[in-house]
């Protein structure tokens, strides 16, 4: 017996487009970091502190760089709190993506908060208030993932290898006794190019649906 036809395997888009009115995208939070339905958002302090967002493993799937963006907005203590994006490879060390790696809406200011102890020294990264807050309205930050030294104003792009496990977090920290109103920062999307990430739920069913309709397919023709 012929079989006439062809079948396909569906197969994950090299890249991660996170949507998070939809899902949580899989990631997880640490400290005032909330899921909430809508958004990942991260409330203030008013001690020193700092919490993390952090996303499952991405698989690089060719070697050479990797781009994202993320739309968001923020109300951070100016000159005090703060926020950064980072990202490491293979459970290494966390690096900090540079502000001349961000275009769109980048860093805009040094921060105390991001150094222990308190007053040794300031780093950049996201504070005061992005356009359009309180509408809300937000707004766009694109990146190169790469790295520099700290204050983080200028680095260099990353390269990386087929298969590095990538992750990123988003980091929001604060020095003490004053927090701007809340939320201090609040993610809406997250897209990573040239990366494969981990299905969620709702795709593996997706994904044994059209399986088993295949399946289906085939031994009604087989059945002929």
Do not use: K
């Amino acid at each position: 017996m012929t079989f006439a036809g062809t079948f396909s395997i569906l197969t994950a888009p090299a890249a991660v487009d996170l949507d998070f009115s939809t899902s949580n995208g899989l990631l997880t939070g640490t400290g005032n970091w909330v899921y909430g339905g809508s958004s990942w958002y991260v409330n203030g302090h008013t001690s020193q502190a700092f919490d993390y967002l952090t996303t499952p493993g991405y698989t690089a799937e060719a070697n050479g760089q990797i781009t994202g963006s993320f739309t968001h907005r923020f109300t951070f203590e100016y000159y005090s709190d703060g926020g950064q994006l980072q990202y490491r490879v293979n459970s290494g060390t966390w690096n900090t993506v540079p502000g001349n790696l961000i275009t769109g809406v980048t860093y805009n200011s040094p921060v105390y908060g991001f150094v222990v102890p308190y007053g040794s020294g300031t780093q950049y990264g996201f504070n005061n208030t992005s356009t359009g807050y309180a509408t809300p309205a937000y707004v766009t930050s694109s990146f190169t993932l790469g790295s520099g030294p700290s204050p983080y104003q200028t680095g260099s792009a990353a390269t990386f290898t087929a298969g590095d496990q990538v992750e990123l977090r988003f980091l929001a920290a604060w020095d003490v006794s004053v927090s701007n109103p809340n939320p201090n920062w609040e993610i809406r999307s997250l897209s990573v190019s040239a990366v494969s990430g981990v299905p969620e739920p709702q795709s593996y069913a997706m994904i044994a649906g059209c399986g088993l309709a295949g399946l289906a397919a085939f031994r009604r023709i087989r059945g002929r």
